[in-house]
């Protein structure tokens, strides 16, 4: 059984892992209700949060927090990924948990899980990567020999993502390339996660184990627009936003949701032939 497992790191260490919230400044009005609801369904969180921004400050009582303000001593502006790693240098622990300012949790996170993979991590360096979700990588998915976590294929459909998990930080910092923003990373990155030959788990999110240990509405912003459902969680925990700064988003077609993306892709047709040629 998954509660029988015995891990030689016994109790976790305070400097195991940092929680990274990746932001920018931009979605400032995403910032107090993330953080109220990660507060109020992770009660006992205290690890250092690393908010990051471009140039503002944010606190919320109760909770380690810090900013990052990446873009103070830089005149250009960032890309996203120039962002996340100026963010990834000032984490000084060896894994962190990967979060998105628009993943506001609806219900309590299985911290046991979380520190249960954070140790899992420490105990074995070949893992590079432990997702927390059900709604990062589509799969398929293989068995593993701690009944708990199952391996994600090296082919898995988005097995790079931005979904909240577990990262050894030099893994991350190596799949990111400095001229993508985040969906390019998730699907450039997932092409270079094929080429190499890296253990990739998921812990398993089935009612059986306990369902997934962190959890939220995928995603609570869509191209700069809420998410509708979104209205739900936020009036169950008291939470007053004015929707008509952003709207909403309306949902579109499928097919048409993957050939605008593709034609994004094609706007640098040289770049997205290396990368699917390299």
């Known amino acids: ?24 400044d931009g979605f400032e009005d995403c910032w107090y209700p993330f953080f109220t609801l990660l507060q109020k369904y992770w009660p006992d969180c205290k690890e250092l949060i690393l908010l990051n921004t471009e140039k503002k400050q944010f606190s919320y009582e109760s909770l380690n927090l810090k900013c990052t303000m990446v873009q103070n001593d830089i005149q250009r502006t960032l890309t996203w990924s120039e962002c996340l790693l100026a963010a990834l240098t000032q984490v000084e622990t060896p894994v962190v948990l990967y979060f998105q300012e628009d993943y506001f949790l609806h219900q309590p996170v299985l911290r046991e899980k979380i520190h249960r993979a954070a140790c899992y991590m420490l105990d074995h360096p070949d893992v590079k990567h432990i997702a927390l979700t059900k709604l990062g990588a589509h799969g398929p998915f293989d068995p593993y020999n701690e009944s708990w976590l199952q391996v994600i294929q090296p082919k898995a459909k988005y097995r790079i993502s931005t979904q909240a998990a577990l990262w050894r930080v030099d893994t991350l910092r190596s799949y990111l390339a400095a001229e993508e923003n985040g969906w390019m990373f998730e699907i450039y990155g997932t092409w270079r996660s094929w080429k190499r030959k890296e253990l990739f788990l998921c812990a398993r999110f089935d009612s059986e184990h306990g369902g997934p240990a962190i959890d939220y509405l995928h995603t609570g912003i869509i191209k700069g627009k809420w998410l509708r459902e979104i209205q739900d969680v936020f009036n169950a925990n008291n939470i007053l936003i004015d929707y008509s700064q952003r709207g909403f988003y309306e949902p579109k077609n499928l097919l048409v949701r993957k050939v605008e993306t593709l034609m994004k892709l094609l706007v640098r047709p040289g770049y997205f032939f290396s990368q699917l040629m390299s």
């Open 1 to 24: 059984m998954a509660g029988e497992i015995i891990y030689k790191s016994m109790t976790l260490p305070d400097s195991t892992f940092t929680i990274l919230v990746n932001s920018s």
